[in-house]
């Protein structure tokens, strides 16, 4: 392909693009496909001669597209957004067009040099301590690609610093806390590290948060034990309900701990920080006075096309500390003279996306006001959500509802059953069959979770393209498949599964 063939082959692909947007509404969510229905179109290895680009793009439109899920769709209810925006696909563009793994300075010094600025506006727009800012010259933020790798980097870090600091710490000895809400990134990152994990319980009165007391507890049985935990992964906005960790009673604990690094994983909630009204539930005054880390997605619910994760340490000096290494080959000017930031040394691989370029074009195109807008918009759709569900009479809420994220479940009225004698096996049972016929909409897409044995279904708003009308028909939807449910659910297992 040359410049003219791009030019034409790239006005199609924006047109073909737009098209799709506007065609979003009438599409189903959920892609109908089998698994394997690719291999039946797609040859086994790649063609020999070259191919004509535009019937590649129309493959692109006959095959792929039918097997794609359409988290874009205003009917995307399940998981957590990926909202992303038209903003970010032309800044993505851009970045595609320099091809550039930016991993020093010197490698292209604007892909670094915006980086450090826009990670400063980032933190400027979620209300962060400047002890986090690029220009505080201590701390900083970096982009990494997920909160998993954002974990991995802070738990490399946290570990590398205690054992500076504890030389005689055996490696076997060092645990990392959770809880049993954690996003699986902390088992994870436990896992690729050879680590002990711990998961402490939360209960439903606390919200699934974890509260002080339990923190301290188990940390003063692993003190007797020998063990040595040396990182807590905290969470402000759970994936399963929106939890959020108990944040000022931690720090209270911590005090006592100084040697526990205390990363806040707010991968979904982060971005809400951006708005005053939900900073004192988010706890931003804590994590701003004491967290060694702070990671949110913008790829999730901050209009940034994935990936977009961005972290921030209190002390970049622990991060270098524990990644830099720096052969011959990768040793520069600038680099030697420590006059430039090298972000290869921020994270775990040598080469980055640049990604900056999506955040710079964001913040820009939105403004920190449109930014706000979006996601009070987000979280006033779902509060449309939640007044529905508490006039429902067979629908009722499981949690409370945490910004644009709602846990509901079916459950029948007391007048319909005596429900004190349902257990929770049979409540259950009822919910699966509920959840299983609203995942066999295609038009609709939400998720089941398990809190402490309950079993749930979640619906998260984010999609740019989520009116209120969107929200009126899922909660229909949702209300007659609830009824339905529960006839069948009578009629079959209601016999057998109330007790006494
Ligand atoms: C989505 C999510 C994650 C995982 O995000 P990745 O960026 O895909 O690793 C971690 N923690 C929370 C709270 C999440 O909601």
Same mark, same amino acid.
């Given at each position: 392909m040359d410049i003219e063939q791009f030019r034409k082959a790239g006005y199609q692909a924006i047109d073909r693009i737009c098209d799709y947007y506007y065609s979003l509404n009438e599409?189903?969510?959920? $892609?109908k496909v089998e698994p394997g229905y690719l291999r039946e179109h797609i040859?086994?290895?790649? +063609?020999?001669k070259g191919e004509d680009m535009q019937v590649i793009a129309d493959d692109y439109q006959k095959y792929i597209i039918p097997g794609l899920?359409?988290?874009?769709?205003?009917?995307?209810?399940?998981?957590?957004?990926?909202?992303? $925006?038209f903003e970010s696909i032309i800044a993505d563009l851009y970045a595609s067009s320099v091809?550039? +793994?930016?991993?020093?300075?010197?490698?292209?010094p604007a892909c670094t040099e915006l980086e450090v600025i826009v990670m400063d506006w980032a933190a400027k727009l979620l209300g962060l301590s400047p002890d986090f800012y690029n220009s505080s010259g201590v701390g900083g933020g970096c982009i990494q690609t997920t909160a998993s790798d954002s974990v991995l980097v802070a738990v490399v870090a946290a570990r590398s610093l205690y054992q500076r600091n504890y030389p005689d710490t055996k490696m076997e000895d060092l645990v990392i806390y959770t809880t049993t809400q954690t996003h699986s990134l902390g088992a994870k990152a436990a896992l690729i590290l050879g680590l002990q994990v711990k998961t402490l319980e939360v209960t439903a009165e606390d919200r699934f948060a974890l509260r002080g007391e339990g923190l301290r507890s188990a940390l003063q049985e692993d003190e007797r034990g020998g063990r040595k935990p040396f990182i807590l992964i905290a969470t402000v906005g759970t994936t399963s309900s929106g939890a959020v960790d108990n944040i000022p009673e931690i720090r209270e604990v911590v005090k006592d701990y100084p040697s526990l690094w205390v990363h806040i994983d707010a991968a979904w909630a982060g971005v809400a920080l951006s708005c005053d009204e939900y900073r004192k539930e988010l706890y931003l005054d804590e994590i701003n006075s004491f967290a060694n880390s702070f990671c949110t997605n913008f790829h999730k619910w901050g209009l940034v096309n994935f990936d977009c994760s961005t972290l921030w340490v209190r002390d970049r000096k622990h991060l270098t500390d524990a990644l830099d290494i720096t052969p011959p080959f990768l040793r520069t000017k600038h680099g030697d003279a420590g006059t430039v930031i090298d972000f290869r040394n921020w994270h775990l691989a040598l080469g980055r996306r640049f990604r900056s370029l999506k955040m710079w074009f964001v913040f820009r195109g939105f403004g920190a006001e449109g930014f706000r807008e979006y996601i009070r918009r987000c979280i006033r759709l779902n509060e449309i959500f939640v007044g529905l569900i508490e006039q429902s009479n067979t629908l009722s809420l499981v949690t409370q509802p945490s910004l644009a994220l709602t846990v509901f479940r079916v459950s029948p009225m007391p007048e319909s059953s005596n429900q004190a004698a349902l257990s929770t096996q049979s409540l259950n049972e009822l919910n699966r069959l509920f959840f299983g016929r609203l995942s066999s909409k295609t038009d609709i897409m939400l998720t089941q979770t398990t809190l402490n044995g309950t079993f749930c279904v979640r619906l998260a708003v984010g999609s740019a393209h989520t009116t209120e009308k969107h929200v009126h028909e899922a909660f229909a939807l949702v209300s007659e498949e609830a009824k339905i449910a529960l006839e069948l659910w009578k009629q079959t297992f209601q016999g057998a599964a109330v007790v006494g």
């Amino acid at each position: 392909m040359d410049i003219e063939q791009f030019r034409k082959a790239g006005y199609q692909a924006i047109d073909r693009i737009c098209d799709y947007y506007y065609s979003l509404n009438e599409q189903s969510v959920i $892609s109908k496909v089998e698994p394997g229905y690719l291999r039946e179109h797609i040859p086994l290895a790649a +063609p020999e001669k070259g191919e004509d680009m535009q019937v590649i793009a129309d493959d692109y439109q006959k095959y792929i597209i039918p097997g794609l899920t359409h988290w874009q769709h205003p009917k995307f209810f399940a998981y957590f957004p990926t909202a992303g $925006s038209f903003e970010s696909i032309i800044a993505d563009l851009y970045a595609s067009s320099v091809s550039n +793994p930016g991993f020093n300075w010197s490698c292209s010094p604007a892909c670094t040099e915006l980086e450090v600025i826009v990670m400063d506006w980032a933190a400027k727009l979620l209300g962060l301590s400047p002890d986090f800012y690029n220009s505080s010259g201590v701390g900083g933020g970096c982009i990494q690609t997920t909160a998993s790798d954002s974990v991995l980097v802070a738990v490399v870090a946290a570990r590398s610093l205690y054992q500076r600091n504890y030389p005689d710490t055996k490696m076997e000895d060092l645990v990392i806390y959770t809880t049993t809400q954690t996003h699986s990134l902390g088992a994870k990152a436990a896992l690729i590290l050879g680590l002990q994990v711990k998961t402490l319980e939360v209960t439903a009165e606390d919200r699934f948060a974890l509260r002080g007391e339990g923190l301290r507890s188990a940390l003063q049985e692993d003190e007797r034990g020998g063990r040595k935990p040396f990182i807590l992964i905290a969470t402000v906005g759970t994936t399963s309900s929106g939890a959020v960790d108990n944040i000022p009673e931690i720090r209270e604990v911590v005090k006592d701990y100084p040697s526990l690094w205390v990363h806040i994983d707010a991968a979904w909630a982060g971005v809400a920080l951006s708005c005053d009204e939900y900073r004192k539930e988010l706890y931003l005054d804590e994590i701003n006075s004491f967290a060694n880390s702070f990671c949110t997605n913008f790829h999730k619910w901050g209009l940034v096309n994935f990936d977009c994760s961005t972290l921030w340490v209190r002390d970049r000096k622990h991060l270098t500390d524990a990644l830099d290494i720096t052969p011959p080959f990768l040793r520069t000017k600038h680099g030697d003279a420590g006059t430039v930031i090298d972000f290869r040394n921020w994270h775990l691989a040598l080469g980055r996306r640049f990604r900056s370029l999506k955040m710079w074009f964001v913040f820009r195109g939105f403004g920190a006001e449109g930014f706000r807008e979006y996601i009070r918009r987000c979280i006033r759709l779902n509060e449309i959500f939640v007044g529905l569900i508490e006039q429902s009479n067979t629908l009722s809420l499981v949690t409370q509802p945490s910004l644009a994220l709602t846990v509901f479940r079916v459950s029948p009225m007391p007048e319909s059953s005596n429900q004190a004698a349902l257990s929770t096996q049979s409540l259950n049972e009822l919910n699966r069959l509920f959840f299983g016929r609203l995942s066999s909409k295609t038009d609709i897409m939400l998720t089941q979770t398990t809190l402490n044995g309950t079993f749930c279904v979640r619906l998260a708003v984010g999609s740019a393209h989520t009116t209120e009308k969107h929200v009126h028909e899922a909660f229909a939807l949702v209300s007659e498949e609830a009824k339905i449910a529960l006839e069948l659910w009578k009629q079959t297992f209601q016999g057998a599964a109330v007790v006494g």
